[in-house]
């Protein structure tokens, strides 16, 4: 069974930085089917949205919105996934959410980490 743990959120003030961390539970084997990592936000009233997705070939993908202040990158082994986030802003407010995708199509979605960001 695979599990997908969020950590790293917090209250922090605005301009403030924070690196939120991920990690996907499971065997080797599982491990090494991991295809991409990603990170998505839900802001209260709004819809889930996709900040940034890494692949196996380490290359990012952004959002637009994403673009500059956040960077998403890998750790070793490859079922760990970290988003760093600078100079927050109070509309970064949202839980966090991280999905990983398996070879097959197989997705797994944490329980999110809550980012507040005060003005």
């Known amino acids: 069974q695979v599990q997908v743990m969020e950590s790293g959120g917090g209250l922090v003030q605005a301009g403030g930085s924070l690196r939120l961390s991920c990690t996907a539970s499971?065997?080797?084997?599982?491990?090494?089917?991991?295809?991409?990592m990603g990170w998505y936000r839900q802001a209260p009233g709004k819809e889930r949205e996709l900040v940034a997705i890494?692949?196996?070939?380490?290359?990012?993908n952004y959002a637009h919105s994403a673009e500059g202040r956040f960077t998403i990158s890998r750790g070793r082994p490859q079922n760990t996934v970290y988003l760093q986030i600078n100079n927050l802003k109070p509309e970064d407010t949202a839980v966090y959410y991280c999905?990983?995708?398996?070879?097959?199509?197989?997705?797994?979605w944490g329980q999110g980490t809550q980012v507040t960001v005060s003005s």
């Open positions: 999905k990983t995708s398996y070879l097959g199509d197989r997705t797994y």
């Open positions: 499971g065997s080797a084997r599982s491990i090494s089917r991991i295809d991409s």
């Open positions: 890494i692949g196996r070939n380490g290359r990012p």
